[in-house]
């Protein structure tokens, strides 16, 4: 069935003990696709993705993917996927080459892999024993090992987690890659510019509900303008209400915390007028007014009342 999605995830439910990790999520990737899961910490991402790549079964609901089931197809799907966990799972004392080469000879037709490991900036570690790599190391080892088998879909779970911006760019520029051939990444982050940049495709999770999704131009109302207002001392009570009142429909004002707030709309004169007039009218020095374009942060922010911090 070539054109059923890569993955496909209805109803699912998981939980450790009382704790409800994953609450009755609906995912949908398509093939060829970079999708990004999007989620504060304990959103419930690491699991959801354990759970496609058939390390967890579904304590309800469905999981299919590539049209098979992750955990009664397991074998079948296993040479199909390619899997960087948190933690890339090579052994302590393995030097990061030999571990390389070692997935490699699991696979029918891998990639070169001096190439990879050049590709992906293991270049000058082939030979250090896998606990002494850095945790940027680690992860480009982890990168290589999941992409090796030239899988038709790749799971990465936080795959930029502890690298440098040099790493960050050229696993961003490797994934890229992949989905222009036709690779379907699926990857899971809490970087919101990672997720603006690299994904076609934006799950945001929060409590292991899907709160939003959508392309990263879907989800930010491309072009809608913000503002971050920013005071020197707490706003006084009912704040935010008295200043949506003065700025009227159109506007949306979204308090942060007690000395900032987000106001989406249109960033005209008028609009920063009112908010001046609107501060020296309740006694409130600003300390900063930013002007900017409506970004995943300020998603978040509006659907759930928090920030979401890296
Ligand atoms: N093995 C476990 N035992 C008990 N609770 C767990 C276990 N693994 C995860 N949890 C809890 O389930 C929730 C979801 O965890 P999960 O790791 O899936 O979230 P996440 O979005 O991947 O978070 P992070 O970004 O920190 O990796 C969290 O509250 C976490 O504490």
Redesign the pocket.
Known sequence: MPSSPAVEVAGLVMR??D?V?VDGLDLRVERGTITAVL?P????????LETCEGYRKPQAGTVRVLGLDPVADHRALLPRIGVML?GSGAWSGVRAMEMLRHIATLHANPLDVDMLAERVGLGDCGRTPYRRLSGGQQQRLGLAMAVVGRPEVVFVD?PTAGMDPLARRTTWELLTELRDDGVTVVL?T?YMDEAERLADQIHIIDH?RMIASGSPLELTRGGTATIRLVVTKPFPDGAPASLQAALGDGVEVTPINEVSLLVTGPADHTTLATVGRWCEEQGVLPESLNLGQRNLEDVFLELTGRELKP
């Open positions: 450790y003990g704790k990790a989620g910490n304990g959103a419930g991402k690491t699991t959801t948190q936080e899971t809490h292991g």
